[in-house]
């Protein structure tokens, strides 16, 4: 039997409860992130301009949804049992031990606020059946499907996210 | 238009439907990539793990240097595109799959191109097919699509 036939495909479909984020949105968080993608939208970072908007106020870009949810570096989150935890855990035992992202997809319902409280869920979409053979070493493909909802449980956007964890390849180069 | 990466929202007015063709080409535009991006980005984003800012971790990884990280090029590649369009519309949804990585000390190149317009019940859409190369290669492909905001909430602002 396959890795994947053994002890992956277990995974396939589990879902995990919902996460709340440690922050809420906030004007702060908003600024560092436009100051690194340049977006001068004053939507984000011109509250009066913003009150006056169709948006009412000061509203996060679509694209930190995810960024909302991270874990904190310290004091460690205790997070619930992930199935994509174990997934992990059991790729690296057998030598797939580096992580590197290939695809990201959101859609958007509405613009978090800011004072939204993001939480998340996350189900395990997708693992390959079998390794595949790419420039930094064999890989497995791991896909997640991640659920955004706001503080009223009403959802702000989903995202499906793959990410391979590679067996590092000693002659394989990066770029 | 501004043909700068950052646009000055107050100075240009938002794109309106009627501007927009199918395979108008958006700006090229480039960001020149350095460490300082690569690094404030990952933190931006929330993202800790180390091959993103810790040049040692990402060689054991097989990589020459650190590498940005895929949330920071989704917000690269969203802003290339709202810049382009302005506050009249709202990203509805954003898709890309990374290629060569951005280490630094390489420029990054984004081109676009409207591959779609159309509306329905829920409004009305634009599609943007993105990519971005950098010095080593192709660095990402991708799709977002926009929503025009309703005109009553377009003369707000």
């Known amino acids: 039997m396959s890795l994947y036939q053994e002890q992956l495909a277990q995974f396939v479909g589990d879902e995990s409860p919902m996460i709340e984020s440690v922050d809420a949105v906030c004007p702060q968080m908003i600024r560092h992130w436009v100051e690194v993608m340049q977006d001068t939208n004053p939507a984000y970072t011109d509250p ?11 509203v996060a870009p679509a694209s930190m949804l995810q960024a909302w949810t991270l874990s ?34 959101q859609e958007i319902v509405r613009l978090a606020r800011a004072g939204d409280v993001v939480s998340f869920n996350i189900r395990l979409a997708d693992v390959t059946e079998t390794p595949k053979k790419t420039r930094l070493g064999l890989a497995y493909f791991v896909t997640m499907e991640y659920c955004f909802v706001d503080q009223h449980g009403d959802l702000l956007g989903t995202q499906s996210f793959t990410y391979m ?3 590092p390849d000693p002659e394989g180069t990066r770029a | 238009m501004s043909t700068e990466w950052m646009r000055d929202y107050l100075k240009y007015d938002s794109l309106s439907w009627d501007a927009i063709e199918q395979d108008d080409e958006l700006p090229t535009l480039v960001r020149e990539v350095d460490a300082t991006l690569v690094v404030v980005g990952a933190i931006a984003s929330r993202d800790m793990y180390p091959v993103h800012h810790d040049r040692e971790f990402a060689q054991r990884a ?17 802003t290339y ?3 382009w369009c ?13 290629m060569v990585p951005n280490f630094p000390g ?9 591959a779609r317009k159309w509306s329905d019940d829920g409004g009305r859409y634009v599609e943007i097919s993105f990519s971005a190369d950098n010095d080593r290669g192709p660095h990402c492909t991708g799709s977002a699509i926009i929503r025009e905001a309703a005109s009553e909430d377009r003369s707000a602002a």
């Open chain 1, 48 to 58: 009066d301009w913003a009150a006056r908007s169709r948006h009412v106020g000061t």
């Open chain 1, 72 to 105: 904190p570096l310290w004091p460690t989150k205790e997070l619930p049992a992930l199935p994509i935890a174990r997934l992990d855990e059991i790729l690296a035992e057998h030598g797939f031990t580096e992580v590197v992202a290939t695809n990201q997809s």
């Open chain 1, 165 to 167: 964890r590679y067996k």
């Open chain 2, 62 to 78: 097989g990589a020459p240097d650190v590498f940005m990280n895929i949330l920071t090029t989704n917000g690269l590649m969203a």
């Open chain 2, 81 to 83: 595109v709202t810049n």
């Open chain 2, 86 to 98: 302005g506050h009249g519309w709202d990203l509805a949804s954003n898709s890309l799959r990374l």
């Open chain 2, 106 to 114: 390489t420029k990054m190149t984004a081109s676009g191109r409207v």
